[in-house]
């Protein structure tokens, strides 16, 4: 009987892994769409799952500083406010290292993004993202985000982009702008739609827009106005 239990156990666990897996492959398959709730809340509940079992989460890719880095980008893309924890303690981090750990291209994108940052922050003020001034950490991540407005604005008259040669293990980048921040920009904006994909499929942020769903519902897409707000809300501009 306990072999029995035991082998279901197993059996149990390898499904599980392989639809984390199936999950973590469909991100950069959409590229930019946005996930099935239920597939996002599947990956938070094996998350909390290793926390009620263990005590704590472990991650599974991310180092131990890359893991608190990328805690304080959720901290700050999702700050806490009178209504709700942030997108940190929301699980976003968890969330991300656990999609990450199972897609190759995801992990490209994030290590290689987090290494980028940590270098730019030393070369800016001689210290890795974390332990750079608050203040500093939000006018590096404006820098992103008006260099991302930048680029959309040239896209959209049709000019010319070049590959960098400096990132070219960032394999699923595909073009990179033409700037020194290039290779921040994309990483930048994959870490905030996921960051609010996370939070908003979350139990803390469904609770804060008080979202009550229904039996049918089979995709959760983000409203653009709460995007709007956390963007809004958050110590940097959108």
């Known amino acids: 009987m306990s072999n029995t239990s035991e082998t279901l156990i197993q059996i149990g666990e390898v499904s599980r892994r392989d639809a984390l897996r199936s999950i973590a492959l469909a991100v950069t398959v959409v590229a930019g769409g946005q996930m099935k709730l239920e597939a996002a809340q599947q990956v938070h509940s094996h998350a909390r799952g290793e926390k ?3 005590g704590s989460y472990k991650a599974k ?11 304080r980008l959720a901290e700050l893309i999702v700050p806490a406010d009178a209504v709700s924890g942030s997108a940190r303690d929301a699980g976003a981090p968890e969330f991300i290292d656990l999609l990450a750990s199972q897609n190759e291209d995801l992990a490209a994108i994030f290590t290689g993004g987090l290494a980028w940052l940590d270098a730019e922050m030393r070369h ?13 950490q939000t006018a590096m991540l404006d820098l992103l985000v008006k260099a991302q407005e930048t680029d959309r604005e040239r896209s959209a008259k049709g000019l010319t982009y070049e590959v960098s040669e400096h990132y070219r293990d960032f394999k699923s980048y595909g073009i990179y702008a033409a700037s020194d921040l290039g290779p921040g920009v994309v990483f930048f904006g994959w870490a905030r739609k996921m960051t609010v994909d996370a939070f908003y499929t979350s139990e803390i942020g469904i609770k804060d827009v008080d979202f009550r769903g229904n039996g049918s519902i089979s995709k959760y897409e983000v409203p653009k106005e709460v995007i709007d707000y956390a963007l809004k809300h958050s110590p940097f501009a959108s």
């Open 124 to 136: 800016r003020h001689s210290a890795p993202f974390v332990d750079t001034k608050p203040e500093q």
């Open 61 to 71: 890719l991310f180092t131990e500083h890359e893991f608190k880095t990328l805690g």
């Open 52 to 54: 009620k079992k263990t």
